[in-house]
Each structure stands twice: as C-alpha cells, then as structure tokens.
C-alpha cells in the first residue's frame, strides 16, 4: 500500500481569479498559513499539486516535541505547543492531539550530560522538563528492558496524527474563506515591475499581490526556476505502524536505536533512532561545499546510495516556461519505497527495549522525505529579491509539530504586522550574507 491513509480533502472545483495571498503547498506549513491569513481577512488561494498532507505532512513520526530542538526553534516552538492545545476547538476536527510527553534516552554519562546541558533552553518557558535516573525512568516505564544512565522527561511535550491534522486545518481555512485547490499545480509566479503580480497554475492564472513558497522538498526546484537559489536537499525516513496492542509505552521514546510513538488508533509508529538513507543526486555535488559541516557531524547516521534516483532526479528539468507543463504535474506524490533493513532493526530493537511489543503485528510500512538545510533549520522569510514572495521551507523533519506556530509567524511576516517571535534566525539571505552556517542540534 502506498503511503498512510490521509483524511481526503476534497479541492475546490472554481479556480478564483484574484486573491490577496497564493499558498503553494498544502502540507501542514501551507495549510497552517492559509488558515491565519484566512482568519486574518485576506483572500486566499490555497494551490496544492497533488492532495492535502500527501507528503512528508503525513509521514512523519506525529510528535509534537520542543525537547531536544535546535535552540534557534526553541521561541517558535514554544508557541507552538500553546497553538496545539486549542487546535482541535479552533479546527472543529479531530488532530489526534495529546499531552502525553516525550523521553529522550541517555544510555552513558556523556549523553545525559549532554542532554541535561540542553534542557538549560527551557530555563524560564515554565514548561515540565527535566532528568530522569534509571531508577526513576524504571518507576515511569516499568515495561521497559533498557538500561539506561537516565532520560531527559519532557511532559510538555506531545503527539498528534500526521495523517490528520493537515486536513483539518485545510478544512478550517476553507470554512474562513481560503479556496483549497488540490490537483493544481503552480508552474510559477508572474511580477509586475519587479513585484508578485500573480501565479500560472495549470488550471489558469490567479491574480495576488503576495505568494507563499511552502511546497516542502520541491520549493528549492520551484524557486530555482525564477532564479532564487535555495541551497535544499532531501533525506528519506522510513516508518512502519503496528496494529493496535495492548501494554506498550505511552509515552514517545527516543533512543538511538529506534524511535516509537503510541498512535490514537492503540498501535504504534516506528522508525530508526537515527538512520537515514540519503540518495546521491545531482544538487548533492551541487551544494556539498554548504552542506559539509553538517555532513562531517552526523555522516555516521547517514546511508548514502548511488542509483537510478540519481538519473531520475537528473532528467527533471530546472527551467521551464508558464505555459508548459511543470515537473509538480508529472509527480503529484514523492512515495518512495521505504528502507525494510532500517525500519526492521528499529522494530528489533524496540522489541528488546519493551517485549510488550513481541505482539506487536506490522500493519504497513511507508517513507517520505525531508527537506532539509545546511544547519537543519526552518526558512520563514521574505525573499527580498521579489518583492511579496515569502519561503516556507527547510524544516528539517521537525516542521509537524512546529506547524501551527510557523504558519502564524509566515502569516505575520505576510501582513507586515509584529511577528510571533524574532524572525531573525529563519531569515532566507543568512545563506548568502556571510553569516556561519552551522549544524548545533543534530536531531
């Protein structure tokens, strides 16, 4: 079966012919932002290529998590927990949100060590975080097996359903006023002196003074067409969810082996600790130099492959005019076939960890892909070299939970009104004004 089950949104049948604002996008970034625009009163069109959460929106783990990020998300993402607690009411529709905590395990001195240093990020955000011993992680999970130094307990922290949320807060902005167009496919933006003018969707144009880059792993392809270099690769993560059993964790658990996150439904999401398989393409060589300090930090998690990806990617064109199709009309979905080694090893070693899980029954398996940058942090930023584009993009697996909060600070940055937090970090232009690129959180 290709990729989870999604809530199915049905789009818009009317392309509308003005808006204020065009979202290209309907991941959880691009329906988050369509849905704080559309509260805000603005027209928005919502133009998605394929069909709502279709993509890494639905394929991630579902944690919502401000532990153990990089600190430069930290603001954001605090807010971002406040948003989640009301979404459900906010949204009218089920999130599959919950306060369950997160536990990152530290199975040496070092580790705590460093986990223990990291927690100091939460001085003075009154959130519930704090290190467990292995006697008290024991007492907190007495099914688990693991033998651990102790474990940094962020109770704050939760979970939702990927294959959820996105829907429904495309759903809520659609009942604000944004039209949701899936299926449709923008092939570019139109200026006029200089500034956004419009989109050319394949449908037809629509009209709008500002556009919101947030298609995820494509916007580096999207945005090189109009000649804006936005130094992106991609990374695959794969999952696999259990059927529903009875005695495992409640809690999401980190340990670098495997990591397992309890769904609504009673089973369970598992994927490796830190593994991932990255195919070497042509915009690898393209961007190495950029992305080599963060490739000398974690290069041991990583498998790199050299394959027919490697030519598939290279026969996607880079430039193509309006009135063409564009490469989003040939690949509605990016599903591609997940590693079995890796998500095996994981259900392996969780098994170890917690023999409630022996039961557990695989129920499917899927993979998506990450976008990721340089230092592994999100771009939410005007792009100043057209006047009333913005970029969404980058999150670097962490963009699910840290949704909701990135679409009001897009919305904010949009609107030109006081942001959520300090945009400064997630500024586009740190990657060409000689600012240090540097990887500080590796998860």
């Known amino acids: 079966m290709p990729g989870p089950y999604v809530v ?59 532990s153990r990020r990089d600190p430069r998300e930290v603001p954001l993402m605090a807010e971002a927990l406040r948003i989640w607690k009301g979404l459900d009411q906010r949204t009218g529709r089920d999130t599959g949100y919950s306060r369950a905590g997160i536990i990152f395990t530290c199975v040496d001195d070092e580790q705590y060590a460093q986990h223990e240093s990291w927690n100091r990020n939460l001085d003075g955000y009154q959130l519930d975080s704090r290190m467990l011993s292995s006697r008290e992680f024991a007492d907190l999970l007495p099914g688990s097996d693991l033998k651990l130094k102790g474990a940094l307990f962020t109770a704050a922290d939760g979970r939702a359903e990927p294959q959820k949320a996105a829907p429904a807060i495309a759903e809520a ?53 109009h000649g804006i270099d936005f130094p992106q690769l991609k990374v695959m993560n794969s999952v696999l969810r259990t059927m529903p059993l009875e005695g495992g964790p409640e809690q999401a658990i980190w340990h670098k082996d495997f990591a397992i996150r309890k769904r609504q439904d009673g089973g369970y999401t598992i994927a490796s600790g830190h593994e991932n398989v990255v195919n ?31 030519v598939d990617e290279a026969r996607i064109p880079t430039r193509w005019a309006l009135d063409e199709a564009s490469p989003f009309e040939y690949n509605r979905v990016l599903d591609p076939v997940p590693s079995k080694k890796l998500s095996d090893s994981a259900l392996a070693a969780a098994r170890r960890a917690f023999p409630a899980l022996l039961k557990a029954e695989i129920a499917q398996r899927w993979a998506g892909y990450i976008d990721v940058t340089p230092d592994a942090v999100p771009v939410i930023s005007s792009i100043p070299k057209v006047p009333g584009f913005f970029l969404a993009s980058g999150f670097s697996g962490h963009g699910f939970g840290i949704g909701p909060a990135a679409g009001r600070l897009m919305a904010d940055l949009v609107l030109n009104r006081t942001p959520l937090v300090d945009p400064h970090p997630f500024r586009f232009g740190r990657f060409s004004d000689g600012s240090k690129i540097e990887l500080i959180s590796g998860f």
Do not use: M
Not at 15 to 39: F, K, N, R, Y
Not at 184 to 201: K, L, P, Y
Not at 281 to 294: C, M, T
């Open 280 to 310: 070497i393409v042509p915009k690898s060589f393209r961007y190495a130099r950029a992305f080599l300090p963060a490739l000398r930090k974690e290069w041991r998690s990583l498998n790199f492959r050299l394959g027919l990806k490697f």
């Open 8 to 66: 199915p949104v049905h789009g818009d049948a009317d392309l509308p012919q003005e808006v204020d604002v065009v979202v290209i996008g309907g991941g959880i970034i691009g329906c988050s932002t369509a849905l704080e625009l559309a509260e805000s009163g603005l027209r928005v069109a919502l133009c998605e290529k394929g069909g709502i959460g279709k993509e890494q929106s639905s394929r991630n783990w579902g944690w919502v998590r401000i």
């Open 173 to 225: 902005a659609r009942e604000r006023g944004a039209h949701i167009l899936t299926e449709c496919a923008v092939r570019g933006i139109e200026t006029s002196g200089g500034a956004i003018s419009g989109v050319v969707t394949e449908r037809g144009p629509i009209r709008c003074k500002s556009v919101v880059l947030a298609g995820g792993a494509w916007s580096g392809l999207f945005a090189g067409n």
